[in-house]
T-cell receptor, first 110, second 112 residues
């Protein structure tokens, strides 16, 4: 049984560009959450998707948007990239109170 | 808003017990979690406890919850060098693990 998978593993972008990160949840999980983890800090909740709708959102600007597909996979889009968006982006899937994380996508903005 | 605090570093000798502490502020926290993160990797769910429990044991791991003081601890018995990692405490008010708030992690170093 494959766990949570994310792509790409690493990404380098320039300020002002846009980026799309992808996540496939663990089999049987219908809820996907995205987190941003800056170096030396804990993950910060961005938003959560369930039944193709954004169900909850953290304190992130509208430049961060997402989507969930009928097969429960999800995308995170970030527009107008800033240097401060450089971080590890983690996707997590859950079906109840247990949340499982993918390996993350390391985004570097130059 | 919600806040989760952890001490930053802990160093122990192999074979000793490790105790990692965490405090949280949200009274509505329903689920409290411990995750492990190794260098360059995502987070691994280690264990969790419901807010109506005081203790949970899972092999070498023991979680203690003092709800009155909003204090959570993770004890690792017989700590091994492979336990060296960053340990994160997290809380969620929701039944679906949504909108979890994390601490900044405790770096555990196990010396041989």
């Amino acid at each position: 049984d494959a766990g949570v998978t994310q792509s790409p593993t690493h990404l380098i972008k320039t300020r002002g560009q846009q980026v799309t990160l992808r996540c496939s949840p663990k089999s049987g999980h219908d809820t996907v959450s995205w987190y941003q983890q800056a170096l030396g800090q804990g993950p910060q909740f961005i938003f959560q998707y369930y039944e193709e709708e954004e169900r909850q959102r953290g304190n992130f600007p509208d430049r961060f948007s997402g989507h969930q597909f009928p097969n429960y996979s999800s995308e995170l889009n970030v527009n107008a990239l800033l240097l401060g968006d450089s971080a590890l982006y983690l996707c997590a899937s859950s079906a109840s109170y247990e949340q499982y994380f993918g390996p993350g996508t390391r985004l570097t903005v130059t | 808003g919600e806040d989760v605090e952890q001490s930053l570093f802990l160093s122990v000798r192999e074979g000793d017990s490790s105790v990692i502490n965490c405090t949280y502020t949200d009274s509505s926290s329903t689920y409290l979690y411990w995750y492990k993160q190794e260098p360059g990797a995502g987070l691994q769910l280690l264990t969790y406890i419901f807010s109506n429990m005081d203790m949970k044991q899972d092999q070498r791991l023991t979680v203690l919850l003092n709800k009155k003081d909003k204090h959570l601890s993770l004890r690792i018995a017989d700590t091994q060098t492979g336990d060296s990692a960053i340990y994160f405490c997290a809380e969620s008010p929701n039944t679906n693990a949504g909108k979890s708030t994390f601490g900044d992690g405790t770096t555990l170093t196990v010396k041989p």
